[in-house]
């Protein structure tokens, strides 16, 4: 692999007609980094990623690729390497001129080509498998020929446009964890697009929000899952549980009692949440867990509506007694119709503004 | 047996409608006018008269080239339209609309604009250009009407075909690399070669049976004198229907044959992997 790149920066506003897809979407990639661009469809992280490999031309922006502006290229002179959702293997060539055709255009010797090829598949596990059609393989082997085919070249970024979105989910977990090998083992640049948070979680250094494109929140998958900003990234996120709420003690990025009639709910505020101010108490089903205390900070009785059951974990949605409905996943079986105690560590109720002030 | 019941209508046109007149002509040219049992005298008769079998090459000489001319300017206009263009509907409106019109109003249209005293040639004496080139009434005229009729159809089929490829392919080939034109020559090319195949045969059947163009904008005595004219001759004119039906299957036997060279180089494609695959399928 050559020296990797340093960084990649770009600033990208992209319009279809009177549609803004991506509205001014900054960032700057370091090198070796993985970054992830997560969002609902039509967030524009797709539309990202084009206009970042040169599919797309953007309405507004600049892309500089170590201090040199590289949006003007056309997509075959930017050095990426791109995996699409479907693959979109050559169905006339073979794995191996599948993987070659890259080397082909760079007018690589044949001996070094067979050399490479047989190199990178070995990488991704298909030695052997050189000779079929990509109609003779599976999803999963038609996967890693698509990785193959994009390392091959050795790209200076290499851009996934939801790579494992077709694959069953048991092959999803093990190419995740083969994506995941080969970013430490050859220290790609990586920008990956998903919808999926917990692909987004377990690949990523960096994970990028996206709704309506914008960016809502940046930062380590710790801090997009445990320190949401905003009620879109807690919803996207799986604080399933959002009670709007009134700030009865505010004080500045602390801890902050917000009540919603009888509930009564401690949290963090991730930005200052003056007293009286309207705001959300995010609770994640995970974070709460049966008790048998009666009261105490955020102790909340209820009466079981509704249990699923999970295999190792049971859901249920609880009526509490201030009339609110409440999801809570926990370790213990319980029977519908019975009375519980739950409770959350104050350090783990969100507090965030009410919609439109966030 | 079960399988075979539905199929009884469809059987049963296509004997009354195709196999059995298909059959009574090839039987009928084997039987010469004035003579009694079967010989291969009406066959022999058109091949030794030069100026029957002239026929053939005369065809040929149309339908080939115009073959290939409709194929090629069909793939030149569909390859940047796959994509979608503006003003798509209209474009493609305007060209369907000669397969709507039918044979003899696009050649009334033809003498019209390029005849003597057709508008392109009023224009070119208006811009002093004394002695234009006759374009109607020979084979010019005939290879112009030819290509208004089929090239809509096979721009239509090849637009289909070509519109049906996965983009991602071309958009992948682009980021490893390739330019337009390699994206083109080493993706587009070998996924459409096979639509581009049957779209040439078909056009080259209907060019080698030319008749109504080469009769209206051609020079039917001469030049554009088809093998469809010499049958029709024998028919109408000698009312010699033997010779007649051995002219028509020298004819099929002629497109027959086009189709077989232009389909072996078909198959030669997918035998090295290239046609094994259809437009947009994995």
Known sequence: MPPA?????????????????????????????FVTFLGPSGCGKSTALNLLAGLLEPTEGEIWLDGARIDPLPPEARGFGMVFQNYALFPHLSVFHNVAFGLELRRVPRAEIEARAGRVLALVQ????????????????????????????????????????????????EMRGEIKRLHAALGLTAIYVT?????????????????DGRVMQAGSPADIHDRP????????????????ITVTTGGAAGRVVGSAGALTLAGRAPRPLASGARGVAAVRPEDLALTS?????????????????????????????????????????????????????????????????? | MRIALPLLPSVLYLLALFVYPFC????ASLQPRGTVGFSLGNYLAFFLDPWQARTLWVTASIAVPNTLLTVLLAVVVAYPMRR???????????????????????????????????????????????????????????MIALFVQHFPFCFLMLLGYISGIDPALEQSARVLGARPWQVFRRVMWPLIAPGVAIAAALVFVMNFGVFPSAVLVGQPAGETRTVAIAAY?????????????????????????GLAVILFFRQRMSATGVATVGAGKR
Not at chain 2, 104 to 109: D, K, M, R, T, W
């Open chain 1, 195 to 211: 919808h999926d948070q917990a692909e987004a979680l377990s690949l990523s250094d960096r994970v990028v929000v996206l709704r």
């Open chain 1, 229 to 244: 900003e905003n009620l879109f990234v807690a919803d996207f996120m799986g604080y399933r549980n959002l009670f709007p």
């Open chain 2, 233 to 257: 001759q024998a028919a109408f004119e000698r009312y010699d229907m033997p010779m007649a039906s051995a002219i028509a299957v020298v004819m099929g036997g002629c497109q027959l044959a």
């Open chain 2, 84 to 142: 979608g263009i503006r003003f798509e509907r209209t474009i493609t409106t305007l060209l369907v609309l000669p397969i709507a019109l039918g044979t003899v109003l696009v050649a009334e249209g033809i003498n019209g604009f390029y005849g003597p005293k057709g508008w392109l040639n009023q224009l070119l004496l208006a811009a002093g250009i004394a002695d234009p080139t006759r374009l109607t009434h020979n084979y010019t005229g005939v």
């Open chain 1, 126 to 173: 298909l030695s052997g498998l050189e000779h079929r059609y990509p109609a003779q393989l599976s999803g999963g082997q038609q996967q890693r020929v698509a990785i193959a085919r994009a390392l091959v070249v050795e790209p200076r970024v290499l851009l996934l446009d939801e790579p494992l979105s077709n694959l069953d989910a048991k092959l999803r977990l």
């Open chain 1, 293 to 358: 205390e009666s009261t105490g900070t955020n102790v909340l009785k209820g009466r079981v509506r509704l249990t699923e059951y999970l295999g190792r974990e049971h859901d249920l949605e609880v009526e509490l007694d201030s009339g609110h409905t409440i999801k809570a996943r926990v370790a213990e079986p319980v029977a519908v119709g019975t009375a519980v105690g739950l409770r959350v560590a104050p350090e783990r109720v969100v507090m965030l503004p009410a919609e439109g002030g966030a």
């Open chain 2, 24 to 27: 009574y002509g090839v039987v």
């Open chain 1, 5 to 33: 790149i340093q960084s990649l920066r770009f600033r990208l506003t992209k319009r279809f007609g009177a549609k803004t897809v991506l509205d001014d979407f900054a960032l700057e990639v370091q090198g070796r980094e």
